[in-house]
Every structure is written in C-alpha cells, then in structure tokens.
C-alpha cells in the first residue's frame, strides 16, 4: 500500500465473481511492478492466521501476501503517515528461515527445523479499502493489507522456546490493552509457517533461505494514532516501540 494515499471501494463490490486464484494473480503482479521499481523481495506474511483477526475481519480463512525490503520500519523510524490511510498495529511472531522450505506436506516440526531464529514484531497494516471491509479475494488482492513491519531487538533459534506459550503484550498510551501467546496463532506460529510452504507449493512456488516469514497478527490489531505510544512486549523476545 506504499505510495498512495486514497482509499477505495472493494474490488469485490464491483466485480463479484473475483475469486482467491485471481486475487494471487493481481498480488503477483502487484509484487512484478515492487520489483520493477527496485524494490527487494524479502519474504511472505501470512494474515488472518487468529481467531482474534479473523472474527474481526470476518473471514475464517488465512491468507499469504509478499513482503520487500521496502516495508521494513527501522527501530525508531517514524510510521509514515502521509504515505498511510488508517493504519492498524498488531503483534506478531517472525521467523528467520536458516533453508529453503517446500511444500506440499510440510508439518509444524519440519517447517520450525528450517528456521534460524524467531523474534517479535510489530506489522503496520493498512487496507486500500474504506473501513477495512472486504472480502478475502478482495484483501489478498490488496496484498494482504501490507504497509510495513518492525522486527524485535531479540532472535533466538526457535528449539530454544515453547512458541505456543510465548506472550505478546500490546501497550498503546501506557495501558495494555491486549495480549496473546502463541498458540493463538493457528495453534503454534509452526503451523503458519508450514501452511505458508504447502500453499505457496500450490503455486510453484517455496519460502527461500533468509526469506523473514510474518506468522499474522496474534491480536486484533489497534488504530495507529500520530503522537500515540504503541508497544510490544513478548515475554523472550523483547520489546518494540512504534514511533508513531
Ligand atoms: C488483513 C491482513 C491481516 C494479519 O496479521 O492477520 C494481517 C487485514 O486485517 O487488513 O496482516
Ligand atoms: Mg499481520
């Protein structure tokens, strides 16, 4: 969603017969055009992976969408609001792939053995489409709502953790006002990570080595207001200010 700043109606709306491989094809076109302008391929997220997003959201399945280097929100870099329509913030676990991950049948345990490190962060969402109502052809055309994203200060190999029961604490203006481990993530973040192979496997496609893998929003995610403090504390991993 960089580099523009008006809101639409969903694709959907006007053209209803839009289907989920239709909207992969406009993602993927959306990603050739990132490329043309320099921009750096750099991993995948996966979105709607929580009960807490999808029931706000209004969508029970997950979806997948392309990540480059031009997302990435430094430590202490400002969120670009002039670049933004009505961001949201929203905790998430990140992993680091150490090798190449390729579906079809990719379980959890097979998926974690090929990550290198796992840290906390914090993604940037914004929709294109007015109040965040869509369908999900509709946001997977849209890349999956991407803006931006922040990695944590701490990585650690993932054996090292019981991912499940990591907790993420998300402070907006000095009061907590969500949290969640883990396993709010389709049971363990490994589950995302596997069903981000074998659903790229589906299109040819594998998660490349250094590839970062954002597992989705372990919370709903929170308005990102200029001037607001918003945090995330995980309790391994660290904490993230947003400098909003
Ligand atoms: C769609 C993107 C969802 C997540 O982590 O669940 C997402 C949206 O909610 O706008 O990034
Ligand atoms: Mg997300």
Redesign the pocket.
């Known amino acids: 969603m960089l580099g523009t700043v008006s809101e639409r109606a969903p694709l959907s709306a006007g053209w209803p017969e839009l289907d989920v491989d239709t909207a992969y094809a406009i993602q993927d076109e959306a990603l050739r055009q990132r490329r043309a302008r320099g921009e750096t391929l750099i991993g995948v997220?996966?979105?709607?992976?929580?009960r807490a997003?999808q029931q706000?959201?209004g969508i029970d399945a997950p979806?997948l969408?392309w990540l480059t280097d031009a997302m990435v929100l430094p430590a202490g870099a400002p969120v670009p609001h002039d670049a933004l329509i009505h961001p949201?913030a929203?905790p998430?676990l990140v992993f680091v792939l150490g090798r190449r991950l390729a579906g079809p049948g990719v379980t959890a345990a097979t998926a974690l053995s090929a990550v290198d490190r796992v840290y906390g962060g914090i993604?940037v969402?914004d929709?294109r489409y007015a109040d965040?109502r869509?369908t999900l052809p509709d946001?997977v055309a849209?890349n999956?709502?991407?803006a931006y994203f922040s990695v944590g200060p701490v990585g650690v190999e993932p054996a090292s953790l019981d991912l499940s029961l990591e907790a993420a604490l998300l402070e907006v203006d000095g009061q907590i006002v969500d949290t969640a481990t883990g396993a709010a993530v389709q049971g363990h973040p490994a589950e995302a990570l596997a069903l981000a192979a074998n659903t790229l496997a589906a299109r040819g496609l594998a998660l490349e080595p250094g590839w970062l893998v954002?597992t989705?929003?372990m919370t709903d995610?929170v308005p990102v207001r200029p001037g607001s403090r918003l945090a995330a504390h995980f309790s391994h991993l660290g904490s993230l200010t947003l400098a909003t």
């Not at 997220?45 to 929580?50: E, F, M, Q, R, V």
């Open positions: 997220k996966l979105g709607l992976t929580s997003k706000r959201m979806l969408a949201r929203e998430e993604e969402i929709s965040y869509f946001a849209d999956g709502s991407s954002l989705g929003g995610a």
